[in-house]
């Protein structure tokens, strides 16, 4: 039955359809619940208005608890499955299945709950008016963003405007490149441990290797920056030789190009997350193709180029790049990597006040993984906060909370870094 018609019928029909789901073992259930949750694009969409019935709520409750078992130590984060012990991705196909199904299903069975159930502490994640609830949505541009927090056009060029020239500067971009490449090259390692490594996957190694060794080569800096001569007078008198050509962002540009065309052969599901970076940085690298990565050379030269790399960014990245977004999350937090919660929601109280309430579904509540949580939603609220007071909203104040599910937590609050988190029991 298309997971359409499912959300049309009537709650005993549905009721009837979404047990027949969780008999299968819950998996076609929760393919099912996040393709209705997708536009065809594949961005996140709003929560039907429709509660789930509390039959489904006591049918599905067996099957979290067995996942969330099966599961226990792992966790999804930046668009993959890890271990949350050493952060090392999972390459088996059936665990990652089955964490898509864990997250999908505890979403549904949290928003499904009735709004006097005190075991979901709904008073500080469902008090007010309802604007937007979302389920698993992951942050990746600044559009995606403004969609959410339902900023104007105007206010999304002023957002741009004063965000570009800060995120764009020459050693914020060249960390970013790099962080990317050492994070692939451990993730690669990581992934293919004792397996046979693909032809493709030690081909993305070697390259991501060669590229981090040439942008060193081209870093290495053996007198102060004043004291270099520029290209044109390094070559010997009488020597008629042209001087040496200097080393452009280009040939970076084509490692990545080949980088990717590696890891588009690899069929595990890290690939396709590390594929995305690769190609949101490649747009970056295309705008600067000309500019020069040699830093053996004049101090005004050297200080023309990282000006030059600034501008070109900051006007080439648009507000939808992936690229831009990328950039900025490097700069606040010093991590390439996307930001994803499990259930999301916008809340007005009427008078001018708006919530952001932010959570994560655990399969377990040890003090690694409530810690990883911890700093995940951290860096979201973060940056829904600098986008916030960016955009100049001066008329309504933003509260921002997280919020923090796994089956038989004590419930409790606590302050993290300026902001209220919220630990629930996973309970019915």
């Given at each position: ?171 914020i971009w060249r960390?970013?490149v790099e962080e ?77 190009g080949h980088l ?169």
């Amino acid at each position: 039955m298309a997971a359409a018609a499912v959300v049309r019928q009537s709650p005993a029909l549905r009721l009837a359809a979404m047990m027949g789901y969780l008999g299968a073992g819950c998996g076609q259930w929760g393919s099912t619940l996040q393709r209705r949750r997708r536009h065809d694009g594949g961005s996140p969409m709003e929560e039907e208005e429709e509660p789930l019935p509390a039959e489904w709520r006591r049918a599905a409750y067996p099957s979290l608890i067995k996942l969330a078992s099966r599961l226990k130590n792992l966790d999804r984060v930046d668009s993959r499955v890890i271990t949350i012990d050493d952060g090392m991705p999972v390459a088996d196909a059936g665990v990652i299945s089955q964490m898509q199904t864990f997250k999908s299903l505890a979403s549904a069975f949290i928003w499904s709950a009735p709004s006097f159930s005190s075991s979901f502490s709904a008073a500080a994640f469902f008090s007010g008016g309802p604007e937007k609830k979302r389920g698993p949505m992951a942050l990746t541009s600044l559009t995606g963003l403004c969609d959410f927090l339902s900023i104007s056009a105007q206010q999304r060029k002023s957002i741009r405007l004063t965000i570009s020239p800060q995120v764009t500067q020459h050693h914020i971009w060249r960390g970013a490149v790099e962080e990317l490449l050492r994070n692939l090259g451990a993730e690669s390692r990581a992934a293919a441990l004792g397996r046979r490594r693909s032809p493709a996957l030690r081909m993305a190694e070697q390259i991501a290797a060669s590229c981090l060794r040439f942008l060193a080569d081209a870093e290495q800096e053996t007198t102060p920056l004043w004291m270099k001569l520029s290209p044109e007078k390094r070559k010997k008198e009488g020597d008629e030789r042209e001087p040496l050509e200097m080393r452009q962002w280009g040939e970076v540009l084509e490692m990545f190009g080949h980088l990717s065309a590696c890891l588009a052969e690899e069929e595990k599901l890290w690939a396709a997350a590390a594929l995305g970076k690769v190609e949101a940085m490649k747009e970056g690298l295309y705008q600067i193709k000309d500019l020069l990565v040699e830093r053996e050379i004049g101090y005004r030269e050297a200080r023309r180029q990282d000006s030059l790399v600034q501008k070109r960014l900051s006007k080439g990245l648009g507000h939808s790049s992936r690229c831009l977004f990328t950039l900025l999350v490097y700069y606040l937090y010093g991590a390439v990597s996307d930001l994803e919660v499990d259930l999301c929601g916008l809340f007005g109280d009427g008078a001018g006040r708006r919530r952001v309430s932010a959570g994560k579904v655990l399969t377990a509540g040890d003090e690694r993984m409530v810690g990883s949580a911890l700093k995940q939603l951290d860096r979201v609220l973060g940056v829904l906060k600098l986008v916030w007071e960016t955009a100049g909203e001066k008329r309504a104040a933003l509260d921002l909370r997280g919020h923090i599910w796994w089956v038989g937590a004590e419930p409790r609050s606590l302050m993290y870094r300026g902001n209220w988190f919220f630990i629930h029991d996973l309970k019915l």
